[in-house]
């Protein structure tokens, strides 16, 4: 293809993707199949690392893109970006109609636009010649947070706008929220990762827009709603309603809620609606924002330092209530996290009737000060545990002990530690019921102890008929007991047994990593068998001798300790072993590439990337997938992407195909020419 042609077809296949983007993210219709959509960015981005030059900011590609900012910059609004002012009582909200009429000295004309209070985060997006260059906070109103980078990672923002005749420039302003349900899952990454949880999806989506990598921000799924313009005089528009649509029209996304109204009786009917709906809506809304429609009005009203006169927030009642702590539990999650729970007086909270509020962390017992036999403020929002937000300390009687998670886990009984870096506290056990399940399934998995069969609901049947109680009991399991489970005939039976023979001689990594001790992953692992050679070595070496292999640092080398520390894990281990178990002498080979990072692009001839990435691995190398200073070397195969030359900026060693192969000792024949 011709330089100017690649040039021509990426321009195209940009407009084609966006408009795609719209129909899938904002109008929520797509017309093309997922696959067709990855083919047209595949497309893309193979011009795109052909012709390099021809990247610019505003490619779907670079949806993603830049790298980890150290803080952000700020950003003056062009136009203040002002607050509401808040009702609560429809008296309040007949007040306001008053106010109006007395300062037009005659009625509103034109009606009213009654929307959803979105409960996010206010941001602007500016637009110059139809293309998006900028999303800034609204921080105080004057100076926001330059957060273009995260703001370009949420899909429904258009990168470019699919009209003609674009507007020179345009502030579009809007919220930024999470729904329910991704908010969900993120915490329970949180909980994975060790990270506090957040409390609310607004705190969740606050925090993943204040994310200074924006490839963290880009694995959130953030989405907006549209309702205003920094400057509407500039635009052919004459009333709040007209500007919506012209912003559809644009290709915002604007809530699908929005309702035009003749009067106020109909606003209090739709506060009420919304307010019975909120509950099965799939983000959070507040309230409901009423704003007069007709431009001139809103004009002739002005507005205030701190909100315009033309709006009000309608909120809905709050969902609070004060009651009294009668105990703090301690429950223990599938992952083993320790996770306070106050219980109170039941109380009713709009409706429904609550008795506990997760309290989340120690760090959050202690923010809060909460103590067993205080009174608190309860908060429930929406499908989200409700919440104690805060203590009523004036209303303590007597002395209060401070509440402290215990050192024990109150499901097992075993070692609860809090790691390094960490909020939450987690059990130790490996056999502790709360965590078997995952343990169990773990245990079993393809990297680790590669029980062909035993996924997640076999697992989850042993464990629910009791057949299997501890780890070790995957070892003694009979046919028959597997004839207890649903769905299971003789000949599936006969399959799970024979597999669960073979994983009687596994590599001893396997069986490390099978653990599931915290921090330490298959590479861990296998260092740990290289550097150690046996099970009882790695079980007995001291804290010492764990930090002096290389890359194994005090956290992991702490936790390593703990796990083996723990009596009952001993006996478990011990148990297993009695079972059967012989560990293949076969043990991961120390080579050119142990302890190396690693990075592939292009087609290798002699074998397939994965079959690259499990030499290495087995050698205790580890595979990236991305260019970072601290990688070791990039192995170039055929037709290179654009990792060659990120990694020659960074002086990074390259290795051809057949270096790569003399250096694994493994010089396969080649199917084409060499390098
Ligand atoms: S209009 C000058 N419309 O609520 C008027 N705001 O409490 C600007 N909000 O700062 C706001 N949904 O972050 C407007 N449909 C909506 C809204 C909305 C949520 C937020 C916005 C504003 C805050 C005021």
């Given at each position: 293809m011709q330089k100017s042609e690649a040039k021509k077809r990426i321009e195209e296949l940009r407009k084609l993707i966006a408009y795609h983007d719209y129909l899938y993210y904002v109008k929520d219709a797509p017309e093309i199949s997922d696959a067709e959509y990855d083919q047209l960015f595949k497309e893309l981005k193979d011009l795109e690392e052909a012709y390099p030059e021809f990247i610019t900011p505003d490619s779907p590609t670079q949806r993603v893109s830049g790298i980890p900012l150290t803080e952000f910059r700020t950003l003056p609004h062009s136009v203040p970006m002002l607050s509401l002012d808040n009702a609560f009582e429809e008296a309040e909200v007949y007040a306001f109609e008053e106010k109006i009429k007395r300062m037009l000295k005659s009625d509103i004309t034109g009606g009213y636009v009654v929307e959803p209070k979105i409960d996010g985060i206010a941001i602007e997006l500016v637009y110059e010649n139809g293309r998006f260059i900028a999303g800034i906070t609204r921080g105080d109103g004057i100076i926001g947070e330059d957060v273009t980078q995260n703001v370009k990672t949420i899909k429904s923002v258009p990168i470019m706008l699919l009209v003609d005749n674009p507007p020179k420039k345009i502030e579009v302003r809007g919220e930024v929220f999470l729904s329910k349900e991704a908010f969900k899952k993120i915490n329970e990454q949180q909980d994975e990762l060790g990270k506090p949880p957040f409390a609310n999806p607004r705190n969740a989506a606050a925090g993943s827009l204040r994310q200074l990598d924006p490839k963290i921000t880009a694995s959130r799924p953030l989405d907006i709603f549209c309702y205003a313009v920094a400057?509407?005089?500039?635009?052919?528009?004459?009333?709040q309603w007209e500007l919506l649509q012209y912003l559809k029209k644009l290709g915002f996304k604007v809530n699908p809620l929005i309702k035009l109204v003749d009067s106020l009786k109909e606003v209090i009917e739709y506060h009420k609606e919304m307010s019975e709906n909120r509950e099965s809506l799939p983000y959070e809304i507040d309230g409901i924002v009423i704003k007069v429609n007709d431009f001139k009005i809103q004009e002739a009203l002005g507005e205030t330092a701190r909100s315009p006169r033309w709006a009000l927030a309608y909120k809905f009642e709050p969902r609070q209530a004060i009651t009294k702590v009668i105990d703090i539990v301690v429950n223990v999650g599938r992952t083993g996290t320790l996770t306070p729970t106050a219980v109170f007086e039941p109380v009713n909270i709009s409706g429904v009737t609550v008795s506990r509020a997760t309290l989340h962390n120690q760090d959050e017992i202690d923010r809060l000060d909460?103590?067993?036999?205080d009174y608190v403020v309860v908060e429930r929002a929406g499908d989200v545990i409700p919440a104690?937000?805060?203590?009523?300390?004036?209303?303590?009687e007597t002395e209060l002990k401070p509440f402290k998670i215990p050192d024990k886990c109150p499901v097992c009984g075993s070692k609860a530690v809090k790691y390094e870096g960490e909020v939450a506290i987690r059990c130790t056990g490996i056999d502790c019921p709360a965590q078997l399940k995952e343990r169990l399934i773990h245990f079993c998995s393809k990297n680790a102890m590669d029980i062909e069969g035993f996924g997640e609901k076999i697992c989850e049947q042993l464990i629910d008929k009791k057949i299997?109680?501890?780890?070790?009991?995957i070892f003694t399991i009979t046919k028959s007991d597997l004839m207890k489970l649903e769905r299971m005939g003789p000949k599936l039976a006969d399959n799970l047994i024979n597999a669960r023979e073979m994983a009687k001689k596994r590599e001893l990594y396997r069986f490390i990593y099978g653990?599931?001790?915290?921090?330490?992953?298959e590479v861990t692992a296998k260092k740990l068998v290289n550097h150690l050679g046996t099970l009882e070595k790695i079980k007995d070496a001291s804290y010492e001798e764990l930090i002096s292999i290389p890359e194994i640092g005090p956290v992991v080398a702490k936790s390593i300790k703990v796990f083996f520390n723990e009596p009952r894990n001993l006996k478990t281990i011990e148990n297993i072993l009695k079972a059967g178990l012989k560990f293949s002498e076969k043990k991961t080979r120390e080579g050119f590439f142990t302890g190396k990072k690693v990075l592939f692009t292009g087609t290798l001839k002699a074998m397939t990337r994965n079959e690259a990435k499990k030499i290495i691995e087995d050698q205790g190398g580890i595979v990236k997938s991305t260019v970072t200073k601290d990688l070791d070397y990039l192995i170039v195969g055929d037709e290179p992407g654009s990792k060659l030359e990120e990694a020659k900026k960074l002086s990074i060693t390259i290795l051809n195909e057949e270096e790569f192969l003399n250096k694994i000792n493994q010089k396969k024949e080649l199917k084409g020419p060499l390098l």
């Open positions: 400057n509407p005089k500039e635009l052919n528009v004459t009333s909460v103590r067993i036999g104690v937000v805060k203590v009523l300390k004036e209303k303590r299997v109680k501890s780890i070790e009991d653990l599931g001790i915290r921090y330490v992953g």
